[in-house]
């Protein structure tokens, strides 16, 4: 059995991102990193991209998200977080970010690494993996 799910590239969010120096989920991060599993799509790396305190912090975080696997953010990855929206009706106000990281990453056959519930919501509409990371095993 695989750490992480079904061992599919888990695209980052900043849910997870900002959490992965916890004591609690720093060993399942460094796990997630070892395996070769996370992966990155541009709305992600962008909210990342904001946490930056420098350029010097910035080029690292760039050039390392940039290196990871990637889940673009194509016209039908946009058309398919409409619909998500659309699906969800009455629960539907989530922020733009999550619908597009998530249909990007159902896009691509990945799963989303996270710690925010909206992405739970959007699996069982998109169909991608939501693997959260405190709960990751």
């Known amino acids: 059995m695989t750490l992480f799910g079904s061992g599919a590239p888990l695209v980052i969010d900043t849910s997870a ?8 989920v720093a ?3 460094a796990d997630a990193i070892q395996a070769g599993l996370l992966a990155s799509c541009p709305v992600a790396a962008l909210e990342i991209l904001a946490s930056a305190r420098d350029e010097a912090e910035f080029d ?3 050039t390392s998200l940039a290196s990871l696997p990637q889940a673009p953010v194509t016209e039908t990855v946009c058309r398919a977080a409409v619909a998500a929206s659309r699906q969800l009706q009455a629960r539907r106000r989530l922020p733009a970010a999550d619908y597009l990281i998530a249909a990007a990453a159902a896009e691509r056959g990945f799963g989303v690494l996270h710690e925010d519930r909206h992405f739970d919501l959007l699996a069982a509409v998109l169909g991608f993996e939501s693997v959260k990371l405190s709960s990751a095993s």
């Open 27 to 29: 060993p399942r991060w």
């Open 60 to 62: 690292v975080l760039d």
């Open 17 to 24: 991102w900002a959490r992965q120096r916890d004591p609690l």
